[in-house]
């Protein structure tokens, strides 16, 4: 028989006060197409809870730079930002995309704000040092204001964060959607019990990757050690998942890797502890 | 000898909590260069007490259209807004233009945020309907959600609104800057104290046309009729009068007509009772 008065099942006060909040990271894949951000953003807006969005957009501001004749040169898979291409993701993160995913989600009831780093100086970066790569106009998270932004929280509001930070000397930084929706969850857990989604065109970690069924519940570091040892999880996955885990040590409760449209459902991977 | 017993000179409980708010409205003239806009900005972070900034952006939208291969039509000054051109406005008054003004507050101390209507559903506008002339995706005010701005302003938030509202049916629309200035400003005569300054390439208005100091310290509708009457004030200095005596007489305070670089001096020409 449980004996009522364990203390280990009583919450700490600060855990007490602490309320659920699912921060979403979605890609330019599914932003950059009407029919799926607008299932997606109907899939958000039925999530319970506090929330915040974090979006990319980078097929989209290849896109704009194209029909503008500048070409977008990557290295490694990420994007070179001169001065020109500052320009077209300021416009496309900040402006196109942005506002787009404000306006659809008012819609649905959901009271959004678009944010770039720059606004209420939620988000500092600092650009990032020239190696043997130059990425130009590319920053790194610094810090984190999350007091302003929990506040809005708690008022109902729901930041909408586009990929855009500042360096707090007047310059709008390209920034990474993953590291924006990282950066910000963990600075987060201070004020909620945070849940951070990443949205992914599987219904989770596949045990076997043909079998869309095949979804791993749950995964801990012990699991997912032994399955990147029998080779079920391997390629890009096992960055992400690496990512996942460091999140949960930095104080997130739960990491949850699902497909866009499924985001509302209790589906996906649970990466935890 | 005054009685100091005059109930005239109390003012009213509601009256004496007021605080002093300015709302600006610079034009796409200044913002579309970093020089001007520097200059104004470095203006705009003097003014003492709550401010609002709302911004044009027409200029640098054209520039953009041209780039893309797309056509600005016009009638009678007012912009034609099809589908494409909603895009190019969304990108360049939500993000590029709205964008480079928050972040070149920030270095100044100013803690902007960016907002179009949709973000926190602060202004809602219809459709102008079509008569001989279709607008497009243009935006008529209809609504403006002042608790949400006044709520921010008192913490020191200064919102820095961008042209364009939304629908509520998910829909962005293009806005006339002049018809949100005057429409927030309206709004938040009921929490605050609000003078209304418009940015001018003159110093005023002015007695001589042909000389810059030649300023009209002061204009009420009285003065401004007889200038009228006398031709010192004519073309299209009259309607931006009438839309100012027009404010004054919805609950603000004052409307100033300034130069860019001087609205933190105490210059210009004054609308008043």
Redesign the interface.
């Known amino acids: 028989m449980k004996d009522v008065f364990d203390k280990s099942s009583v919450p700490s006060p600060l855990e007490r006060v602490k309320e659920r909040l699912t921060l979403v990271k979605v890609g330019g894949k599914i932003v950059e197409k009407p029919e799926s951000l607008n299932r997606f953003l109907a899939a958000f807006s039925k999530i319970e809870g506090y929330k915040v969005l974090v979006h990319g957009g980078g097929r989209s501001a290849t896109a704009?730079a194209t029909?503008?004749g500048i070409e977008s040169k990557m290295v490694d898979g990420r994007r070179i930002t001169d001065e020109e291409m500052l320009?077209v993701v300021?416009?496309?993160?900040?402006?196109?995309v942005?506002?787009?995913i404000?306006?659809?989600l008012?819609?649905l009831g959901v009271?959004?704000?678009?944010?770039?780093g720059?606004?209420?100086?939620y988000m500092r970066s600092e650009k990032r040092p020239v190696t043997d790569v130059d990425y130009g106009f590319v920053g790194d998270v610094k810090e984190v204001n999350a007091g302003i932004l929990s506040d809005l929280i708690a008022k109902g509001?729901v930041p909408v964060l586009a990929p855009?930070t500042?360096d707090?000397?007047?310059?709008?930084l390209n920034t990474n959607a993953d590291a924006i929706a990282g950066e910000t969850a963990k600075a987060l857990a201070k004020y909620f019990e945070v849940r951070l989604m990443f949205c992914f065109e599987k219904r989770g970690v596949l045990l076997n990757e043909n079998v869309e069924d095949s979804v791993i519940p749950a995964l801990n570091l012990e699991l997912f050690k032994k399955y990147v040892a029998e080779g079920i999880i391997s390629g890009g996955m096992i960055p992400k998942l690496e990512n996942a885990f460091e999140a949960i040590n930095a104080g997130i409760k739960e990491v949850v890797i699902t497909r866009a449209d499924l985001i509302h459902t209790n589906g996906g991977t649970k990466i935890c502890k």
């Open positions: 704009m029909r503008l320009k300021t416009m496309v993160y900040g402006g196109l942005n506002k787009q404000v306006a659809g008012q819609v009271n959004a704000l678009g944010l770039t720059a606004d209420l100086n509001v855009l500042h707090g000397a007047g310059n709008l």
